[in-house]
């Protein structure tokens, strides 16, 4: 990934955290306002329309100007085409063409409203997965140190260790120290079985934090076929990762090579460990998110500790608030709050887009925000608390289900004295949204 342009939007009059910076709209007449933070056990899961509003990409059509059938009038050219097939072919329509022309006016409008200007971020460190148009995958490491605008600096460390395989889950590993490896997840390739790796992020030159001691150790398990993986900070689960495979969950530790295995009735495609209580969460293809207690043998019974369901296949699990709650998204493009006491859904977050893919959902407490990016290409940002849809951010590209932006957000994008921002990945350009 290069460096490129940067977006960025700026937050007028900061004054603590009183009203949320993501909550201030383009016009008077969108504003929300908000009452302090909230508790997380407010009802609401029922579909509520005033609860949280969607930014549909689609313009409305001009009520001043007659709908007649079989026609569609250009407001640009002020006159009615025929839609009918083998007419005007000087000017040939389909309706799924106006549409494009629909989605693509409207996120060229969004952009020009959001201000935009060079400018300078940073996180930490950022892994990232580059596909190569040879095929296969680079890995590198982005390092964002020091926030200072108003030019942006970005660092990009990689190393020569490539793969010609597909990378289906990759998380931070903690074996030496905070995240001293990367964990990832690569698919099989003709008669390669599929495998999962640690890989020292020392491996990366210079992405080191400073007083590290440079770890060396890179080790692969033969596990064919993993859709998910997740790292265990659980003392009852120490040095261990669990990946997620085809109807079964494998608990590997890395020092001794042992492993036991739940067997399960679906794939399973997103996974975490709580770190106060024994238990790793898992969500299903069939919509069924489920938690096992680490203290129980895999053979035996009753190892499923907790049993959620979604209607659709869930993509992405996140535990909040002391371990009492759980987010988690699926393919219908529902994303759902749940106490996990109550096993009761709290709310609904309403507008997020999803057919199909494999999309993830980020959850960020400090800040009480909830991101997600949709089929639609458009990333939406939710208040945790009370579900109000607080801004839409159409993505720099024109909409294109292949080009599906990547994000990753930081409470202090910089450093410990970095403010608040949004990392957005387009094709090979990476840009900021942040506000301070």
Same mark, same amino acid.
């Given at each position: 990934?290069?460096?490129?342009?940067?977006?960025?939007?700026?937050?007028?009059?900061?004054?603590?955290?009183?009203?949320?910076?993501?909550?201030?709209?383009?016009?008077?007449?969108?504003?929300?306002?908000?009452?302090?933070?909230?508790?997380?056990?407010?009802?609401?899961?029922?579909?509520?329309?005033?609860?949280?509003?969607?930014?549909?990409?689609?313009?409305?059509?001009?009520?001043?100007?007659?709908?007649?059938?079989?026609?569609?009038?250009?407001?640009?050219?002020?006159?009615?085409?025929?839609?009918?097939?083998?007419?005007?072919?000087?000017?040939?329509?389909?309706?799924?063409?106006?549409?494009?022309?629909?989605?693509?006016?409207?996120?060229?409008?969004?952009?020009?409203?959001?201000?935009?200007?060079?400018?300078? $971020? =940073? /996180? +930490?460190? *950022?892994?990232?997965?580059?596909? !190569?148009?040879?095929?296969?995958?680079?890995? %590198?490491?982005? @390092?964002?140190?020091?926030?200072?605008?108003?030019?942006?600096?970005?660092?990009?460390?990689?190393?020569?260790?490539?793969?010609?395989?597909?990378?289906?889950?990759?998380?931070?590993?903690?074996?030496?120290?905070?995240?001293?490896?990367?964990?990832?997840?690569?698919?099989?390739?003709?008669?390669?079985?599929?495998?999962?790796?640690?890989?020292?992020?020392?491996?990366?030159?210079?992405?080191?934090?400073?007083?590290?001691?440079?770890?060396?150790?890179?080790?692969?398990?033969?596990?064919?076929?993993?859709?998910?993986?997740?790292?265990?900070?659980?003392?009852?689960?120490?040095?261990?990762?669990?990946?997620?495979?085809?109807?079964?969950?494998?608990?590997?530790?890395?020092?001794?090579?042992?492993?036991?295995?739940?067997? $399960? =009735? /679906? +794939?399973? *495609?997103?996974?975490?460990?709580? !770190?106060?209580?024994?238990?790793?969460?898992? %969500?299903?293809? @069939?919509?069924?998110?489920?938690?096992?207690?680490?203290?129980?043998?895999?053979?035996?019974?009753?190892?499923?500790?907790?049993?959620?369901?979604?209607?659709?296949?869930?993509?992405?699990?996140?535990?909040?608030?002391?371990?009492?709650?759980?987010?988690?998204?699926?393919?219908?493009?529902?994303?759902?709050?749940?106490?996990?006491?109550?096993?009761?859904?709290?709310?609904?977050?309403?507008?997020?887009?999803?057919?199909?893919?494999?999309?993830?959902?980020?959850?960020?407490?400090?800040e009480g925000i909830v991101v997600a990016v949709g089929q639609d290409c458009y990333t939406r940002i939710w208040s945790l608390h009370d579900a109000h849809l607080l801004r839409?951010?159409?993505?720099?590209?024109?909409?294109?289900?292949?080009?599906?932006?990547?994000?990753?957000?930081?409470?202090?994008?910089?450093?410990?004295?970095?403010?608040?921002?949004?990392?957005?990945?387009?094709?090979?350009?990476?840009?900021?949204?942040?506000?301070?």
């Amino acid at each position: 990934m290069r460096k490129s342009s940067w977006q960025s939007r700026r937050r007028h009059g900061r004054g603590g955290h009183q009203q949320n910076p993501w909550l201030r709209q383009r016009h008077s007449s969108q504003r929300y306002t908000t009452e302090g933070p909230q508790s997380l056990q407010d009802p609401g899961c029922e579909d509520d329309e005033s609860a949280s509003t969607s930014a549909s990409p689609n313009t409305a059509a001009d009520s001043s100007v007659p709908d007649l059938p079989g026609y569609y009038y250009d407001p640009e050219k002020k006159r009615y085409f025929r839609l009918l097939p083998g007419h005007n072919n000087c000017n040939p329509l389909t309706k799924e063409s106006i549409r494009q022309k629909e989605v693509e006016s409207k996120r060229l409008q969004l952009l020009e409203e959001d201000e935009q200007r060079k400018a300078d $971020t =940073n /996180s +930490d460190r *950022l892994f990232t997965v580059n596909d !190569v148009k040879v095929g296969g995958s680079k890995y %590198g490491i982005i @390092s964002l140190r020091g926030l200072k605008t108003p030019t942006l600096k970005v660092h990009m460390h990689e190393n020569l260790y490539f793969t010609n395989r597909k990378v289906n889950s990759v998380c931070w590993a903690s074996l030496n120290h905070l995240d001293s490896h990367i964990l990832l997840c690569l698919m099989g390739l003709a008669e390669t079985p599929g495998c999962a790796t640690l890989l020292p992020a020392s491996l990366f030159v210079s992405s080191h934090p400073a007083g590290v001691d440079r770890p060396g150790m890179l080790c692969s398990f033969r596990i064919p076929g993993a859709w998910s993986c997740a790292w265990s900070m659980n003392i009852q689960a120490n040095n261990c990762f669990s990946t997620g495979l085809s109807r079964r969950v494998l608990l590997t530790n890395v020092v001794t090579g042992h492993r036991q295995t739940y067997g $399960t =009735n /679906s +794939d399973i *495609l997103a996974q975490q460990f709580a !770190v106060m209580t024994p238990l790793l969460f898992n %969500g299903c293809r @069939s919509g069924e998110i489920f938690a096992i207690d680490l203290r129980s043998r895999s053979q035996g019974k009753g190892w499923k500790a907790t049993r959620l369901f979604h209607d659709s296949a869930v993509t992405s699990v996140q535990i909040l608030q002391e371990e009492q709650y759980l987010m988690a998204s699926d393919m219908a493009g529902k994303i759902k709050l749940w106490d996990l006491r109550t096993t009761k859904c709290l709310r609904q977050y309403e507008g997020h887009v999803n057919e199909y893919a494999y999309l993830p959902l980020h959850v960020h407490e400090e800040e009480g925000i909830v991101v997600a990016v949709g089929q639609d290409c458009y990333t939406r940002i939710w208040s945790l608390h009370d579900a109000h849809l607080l801004r839409t951010i159409p993505s720099p590209h024109p909409t294109s289900k292949a080009d599906i932006p990547s994000v990753a957000f930081s409470s202090r994008l910089g450093g410990s004295r970095g403010a608040p921002g949004l990392l957005m990945a387009v094709r090979q350009d990476l840009y900021c949204f942040s506000y301070g």
